[in-house]
């Protein structure tokens, strides 16, 4: 059971805008940044968004973050196929002095 | 360009010890935090343990205090994750990250903890 709580699943269509969500406390999520990461089979995760909302420079401007209070969301617009992957949030937590990730979403292009 | 490459992966049987490094280049390695994420097979990633630049600062998982030490060698640009009494539940592939939240990784190391 994971302390960020992410849907196991998401889809959507080519073009399509889809979000995906992260929950979590006041501990983590709302009080200190959010961050995404994408992970294709087989490879390393890869950072996506930082602080919220930031991209690291080569991330598309199509993958955007928002925050509001305990909860997050991934918004990736203009879906292409090769965003089937799966994505993961991650915070630092308070409490228990750590990192804390979501459980992953898988995406899937329809 | 940052590289991160991690070795010292392998097969241990439980209760056993293995350490793994990282190799950092690309980037001014003592100006970063650094960390060690696992993904158990076909799981989820779990975070495990980062440092701060000097190694004055460094936080575990709680599933690995006591067991686990992360250090690192700021003139030789390597970072280690020493794992003592290792348990069938530490399998996983360990990947280095670099940066506070995670902005680069190495391509793992996987740790097959078995009898």
């Known amino acids: 059971q994971s302390v960020l709580t992410q849907p196991p699943s998401a889809s959507g269509t080519p073009g399509q805008r889809v979000t995906i969500s992260c929950s979590g406390s006041?501990?983590?999520?709302?009080?200190?940044?959010v961050s995404w990461y994408r992970q294709l089979p087989g490879t390393a995760p890869k950072l996506l968004i930082y602080?919220?909302?930031q991209r690291p420079s080569g991330v598309p401007d199509r993958f955007s973050g928002s925050k509001s209070g305990t909860s997050a969301s991934l918004a990736i617009s203009g879906l292409q196929s090769e965003d089937e992957t799966d994505y993961y949030c991650?915070?630092?937590?308070?409490?228990?002095?750590?990192?804390?990730f979501g459980g992953g979403t898988r995406l899937t292009v329809l | 360009e940052v590289q991160l490459v991690e070795s010292g992966g392998g097969l241990v049987q439980p209760g056993g010890s293995l350490r793994l490094s990282c190799a950092a280049s690309?980037?001014?390695?003592?100006?970063?935090?650094m960390s060690w994420v696992r993904q158990a097979p076909g799981k989820g990633l779990e975070w495990v343990a980062n440092?701060?630049?000097?190694?004055?600062?460094?936080y575990y998982v709680d599933s690995v205090k006591g067991r686990f030490t992360i250090s690192r060698d700021n003139a030789k640009n390597l970072v280690f994750l020493q794992m003592d009494s290792l348990r069938v539940e530490d399998t996983a592939v360990y990947y280095c990250a670099s940066g506070n939240y995670f902005d680069n990784w190495g391509q793992g190391s996987l740790v097959t903890v078995s009898s």
């Open positions: 440092m701060n630049q000097d190694g004055s600062e460094k």
């Open positions: 006041s501990s983590n999520i709302g009080d200190n940044t």
């Open positions: 602080s919220e909302n």
């Open positions: 690309g980037f001014t390695f003592s100006n970063y935090w």
């Open positions: 991650a915070a630092w937590d308070d409490s228990l002095s750590g990192w804390v």
